[in-house]
């Protein structure tokens, strides 16, 4: 009897218990929704929805005519305490998924860093503001040379 309720208190105990979102990661959590750039090849974008507390879930496309295409399935995860952003790309990497963990997030900007990767070694996320969204990847903070930026913004 004793044992039933205990077992009972602890479950009523731990319902009411919410495990906390990681704020850094509740940063990211502007993502959310459809980001566009109209460049000289056409329309590129990315799209992001939250799957649960714990991660965004999304993938970056480009238009060609009526069809969009997508280039790379992406995941900002939080784990503990750390956020890591993965990517594949199907001709990439054999198809693998590649992680990139954050390593900074200061100031609106996110850095995910993966210094094993060939290219990119980052991804980086700059929020401007509510609308504005500046990606860039690169060989990493020593190497800038072959940065590619991806100005967005939001799509209402």
Known sequence: MRITVTCILFFIIT???RKEINPVFRQLHVLQGSWI???KRGVIGEQWVRAN???LNGKGFFVKGTDTITTETVSLIARGSD????????????????SFR???SEGGVFVFENPLHDYPKRI???LPNADSLHAYIDAGMNDTNKRRHFFYHKVK
Do not use: A, H, M
Request: aromatic fraction near 12%; glycine fraction near 4%.
């Open 124 to 126: 980086v996320y700059e």
């Open 15 to 17: 319902s009411f218990v």
């Open 102 to 104: 954050l390593t900074s």
């Open 83 to 98: 956020v890591y952003y993965t990517s594949i790309v199907k001709s990439q990497n054999d198809g693998k998924e590649i």
């Open 53 to 55: 507390d714990s991660s």
């Open 37 to 39: 750039s109209n460049t």
